[in-house]
DNA sequence: TTATTATACGTCGTAATCCAATGCATAGCA
DNA sequence: TGCTATGCATTGGATTACGACGTATAATAA
């Protein structure tokens, strides 16, 4: 999958999937995977940070959990604000493939200008 | 328009503009708005360096002319390995575009992992 | 025991990209 | 003389993805 297409989508993506429940990071990140048919590959150093980037403006909201396990993470749950930006960016996005759609599958025009 | 969206799109969409004809730089950037209903704006900073890049790749090749008014401008037309690029950056799009379908557009699931 | 894999968190540096700002030059118009 | 449009270009800042690396636990295999 191109590198630079996902560029800006990364966000949008975690919101999508922690609007349908909390999820840790790790769990985010194979869930995406599994929702583009391994077509996306979830990278650490794109994940946390995109994390932390989302906690900072109040998007999601973290909570350190222990499992039976012994093994600690941190469960991301989707804020009132976040419903919104989801929302924001969802439509953001439909009006850009329909622009980009518009532009590369144009009809021909008048050569020169 | 959002920014980080458009990252990695302009080459796309320059090569599908010159894709029907050949046209100067400007023009590129004028018709690009165009096709968008000016929901897109092409800034030089975007315009110029991306020209550069695609013709340094050999997918587009740039002509100096002189118009009737004496203003110098590059005119740039598509080269085969050009089009050949257009329709594998056209199919990657595609599929990128199906993929963000799938993600932030998927059906409920079961909630923690 | 040792090695490997999966889980689970994180940081840092590099590369790629968009664009605001800035610059140069010509042309038409008020 | 100023303003706007055309037409080319560069530079630096900001944002983003990710490879590489680091830490730690647990299950499985040799």
Known sequence: M?????????????????CQGPLHG????REIERRSDNQLKFKEGTLYPALHALEYDGWIKGQWETTSQGRKRKVYTITQAGHAELKR??????????????VIGGEPHGQQG
Chains 1, 2 share one sequence.
Do not use: S
């Open 2 to 18: 191109e590198r630079e297409l996902l560029k800006g989508n990364t966000p949008t993506m975690i919101l999508a999937v922690l």
């Open 26 to 29: 790790y769990a985010i990140a």
């Open 89 to 102: 960016r969802h439509h953001a996005w439909t009006e850009f493939a329909n622009v980009m759609a518009q």
